[in-house]
């Protein structure tokens, strides 16, 4: 997580299943000078089985339920490994979240591999924020120093 505004508290949550396979959610809460309340960030990656990320994506929403205020401004970003939009559904009833290429574009975002990008496996969910221009950033340089394509959107609080 990087960001120019100050990170007054962060937890890591590891929400690795089984196996050697590690996964986690980085919750991050940011202050923004001359804004009233913290926006919360969470940072995720989460598992390439199917069972596990639906069980990753139950425990994302307890934490969001949890840990973030209701009318806080959130962000929940990262590597889903969601290929088939499954987790959609899950966040938008579980923790009304909404992913920012669905609403803008109508699908998400094509980020894997970064090369020839095929599978929608990256995403951006917020929740008390609106977005302005989410993009997919051009393949050069970014495909040379990942194999998923970046995301990029305007946040506005």
């Given at each position: 997580m990087l960001s120019k505004f100050p990170i007054v508290s962060f937890t890591?949550?590891?929400v690795s299943i089984a196996g050697p396979e590690k996964r986690g959610?980085?919750?991050?809460t940011l202050r923004i000078p001359g804004r009233a309340g913290d926006v919360h960030v969470i940072c995720a990656h989460l598992g390439l089985a199917e069972a596990h990320r639906q069980q990753q994506l139950e425990l994302l929403c307890h934490i969001v339920r949890d840990e973030v205020p209701s009318?806080?401004?959130?962000?929940?970003?990262?590597?889903?490994?969601?290929?088939?939009?499954r987790a959609h559904d899950i966040l938008a009833e579980g923790a009304?979240?909404?992913?920012?290429?669905?609403?803008?574009?109508?699908?998400?975002?094509?980020?894997?591999?970064?090369r020839f990008p095929l599978l929608p496996l990256d995403r951006i969910y917020v929740r008390?924020?609106?977005?302005?221009?989410?993009?997919?950033?051009p393949r050069k340089p970014w495909s040379h120093l990942?194999?998923?394509a970046p995301?990029?959107?305007?946040?506005?609080l």
């Open positions: 890591n949550h590891d959610l980085l919750h991050c009318d806080a401004p959130l962000v929940v970003a990262g590597d889903f490994n969601d290929w088939r939009g009304s979240l909404h992913e920012v290429f669905v609403q803008a574009n109508g699908s998400a975002a094509k980020t894997f591999p970064s008390n924020a609106g977005v302005h221009s989410p993009v997919v950033l990942s194999d998923h995301l990029v959107a305007e946040i506005a």
